[in-house]
């Protein structure tokens, strides 16, 4: 570890940058930071952003826990300052490329930690991987539960041939390339990055400069408009239901409980349902808690990773 991170590690939180170094993956550069020694009794932890986000978007939780595990954080394909090849991006992607940086990186069984997007590669990993994975933290995570069929569906009147057509012209419209570069040049401005965290930060003052040029940086990568095309149009990927049926490993739920993307406490039960054996705490914060609250997360994530998590 370099003295810069070595520094870092005896400090609280900051906000200063950490710097990190690439890892060649299937012929691309991925980009990690890594701070802290290795614990013979802890196991590492594996921090994984969320979509648009980066390593940059733990700094505050690499340098609250380094001096008690060994912490590294990854920026997956097609995102932060890894390589944005064309591909269709998907969990499974980024299942592979997880499991495959503890084996060759790591070393060792490793604890998960993913909010959002990352939150649902990190379940990947864990459902579908389990010998890598030590043990899962999920923090606001995304990804589709399985819905059933209501049974009146079957007695319901068909859609009104209008909204059918509706529907396709829309879908059509916005397979467009054109109309998919129009609205990803919209979306990556600073001001609509800093819009958009206004409604997902319930604390607004965790919304600096810093973060936005953090989101708007990658954003101008070469490779980034493709990687934002094939995030919207690839296909769903395992259910979230289906992957916890397949699950064997300690959890923990970290909810950002003002998040207006998830409703916390409607997911926390179909969590619940379907791992009844769960750890969980909400927060007051939103779609990011660990970057609005990182010393709660730090700590919930600290106590829990020294109680349940056997090296």
Not at 28 to 48: D, F, M, S
Not at 113 to 122: F, K, M, P
Not at 238 to 262: F, H, R, S, Y
Not at 272 to 300: I, K, M, W
């Amino acid at each position: 570890m370099n003295n810069n991170l070595t520094f870092l590690c005896n400090m609280q939180t900051t906000t200063t940058p950490l710097t990190g170094q690439y890892w060649q993956w299937r012929g691309h550069n991925i980009y990690y930071v890594q701070a802290g020694e290795k614990q013979t009794q802890r196991p590492p932890l594996l921090l994984v952003h969320g979509f648009g986000a980066s390593t940059d978007h733990w700094r505050k939780n690499i340098t609250g826990l380094c001096e008690d595990f060994q912490v590294y954080a990854i920026d997956l394909l097609g995102f932060g300052r890894s390589a944005k090849p064309k591909l269709q991006y998907s969990g499974d992607l980024w299942r592979d490329q997880l499991d495959d940086f503890i084996s060759e990186v790591i070393g060792q069984k490793t604890v998960l930690a993913g909010n959002s997007l990352g939150g649902y590669a990190c379940l990947c990993v864990a459902a579908q991987r389990p010998d890598s994975v030590a043990g899962l933290v999920l923090l606001n995570s995304a990804g589709p539960f399985s819905q059933p069929e209501p049974l009146e569906s079957q007695i319901q009147p068909p859609k009104n041939p209008l909204q059918q057509i509706s529907g396709k012209a829309t879908k059509w419209l916005f397979q467009q390339r054109l109309l998919q570069s129009l609205l990803f040049q919209y979306v990556r401005q600073r001001w609509v990055i800093r819009r958009t965290l206004e409604k997902v930060y319930l604390d607004k003052s965790a919304i600096t400069d810093q973060l936005v040029e953090e989101i708007y940086r990658p954003a101008y990568d070469s490779g980034a408009l493709d990687v934002f095309v094939s995030v919207f149009s690839s296909p769903q990927g395992e259910k979230v239901d289906i992957l916890l049926k397949q699950l064997n490993c300690a959890l923990l739920l970290l909810w950002g409980e003002a998040d207006p993307w998830m409703k916390a406490r409607e997911r926390s039960q179909k969590f619940r349902e379907y791992y009844p054996q769960l750890t969980e705490h909400f927060l007051t914060a939103g779609h990011c808690p660990h970057d609005e609250v990182p010393e709660q997360v730090n700590s919930y994530l600290r106590d829990w990773v020294l109680s349940a998590i056997n090296v």
